[in-house]
């Protein structure tokens, strides 16, 4: 079966930097586009941006471009969240998914059960 397996969220305080990771299994991972997508407390599933299958292409939601950055390695079936000078907004249960290249959920095929970041204050 495919399985998508978030790891590195945790606690940091506010001008952090934490760095996400993604394993995929049971399909041909370069096959697909990679997104990440968050949900806070009480909101909707929102896009944080996406990966080409090749890492040709990375997009970005407004709110953490210039401070998260997306990259994958294709040998080791593997995505990457970095995110640098996160701010207590970014607290959210971070997803990783495989699909289409695409901001909205609904374009993904198979979705990682979510990692916990926190940022304090």
């Known amino acids: 079966q495919v399985q998508l397996v978030e790891s590195g969220g945790g606690l940091v305080q506010a001008g952090g930097s934490l760095r996400l990771s993604c394993v995929a299994s049971?399909?041909?991972?370069?096959?697909?586009?990679m997104g990440w997508f968050r949900q806070a407390p009480g909101k909707e599933r929102e896009f944080v941006g996406y990966?080409?299958?090749?890492?040709?292409?990375?997009s970005y939601t407004d709110t953490v471009k210039g401070r998260f950055t997306i990259s994958r390695d294709n040998r080791k079936n593997t995505v990457y969240l970095q995110m640098n000078s996160l701010k207590p907004e970014d607290t959210a249960v971070y997803y990783c998914?495989?699909?289409?290249?695409?901001?909205?959920?609904?374009?993904?095929?198979?979705w990682g059960q979510g990692t916990q970041v926190t940022v304090s204050s």
């Open positions: 998914a495989a699909g289409r290249r695409s901001i909205v959920t609904r374009d993904y095929d198979y």
């Open positions: 049971g399909l041909t991972f370069s096959s697909y586009a």
């Open positions: 990966i080409s299958w090749d890492g040709g292409r990375t």
